[in-house]
């Protein structure tokens, strides 16, 4: 059986950034993110402008 301890102190913010950056470091050198982020960029750039209806209805 595993024992956790958990620890009700707050982060400070330098530990709260260590932590960061250790979870966005697992994707550094994930190779299919720079093709996902191109694909996403493109179907932006391919979207159409919607209408947006400005009337108000005052009563």
Excluded at 4 to 16: D, E, F, G, R, S
Excluded at 18 to 39: D, H
Aim: proline fraction near 7%.
């Amino acid at each position: 059986m595993n024992n956790i301890i958990a620890n009700n102190q707050p982060l400070t913010p330098t530990y709260q950034e260590q932590l960061i950056n250790q979870i966005c470091g697992v994707w550094q050198n994930y190779p299919s993110l720079s093709k996902m982020f191109a694909e996403i960029d493109e179907q932006r750039h391919q979207s159409l402008p919607r209408d947006i209806a400005f009337e108000l209805s005052i009563k």
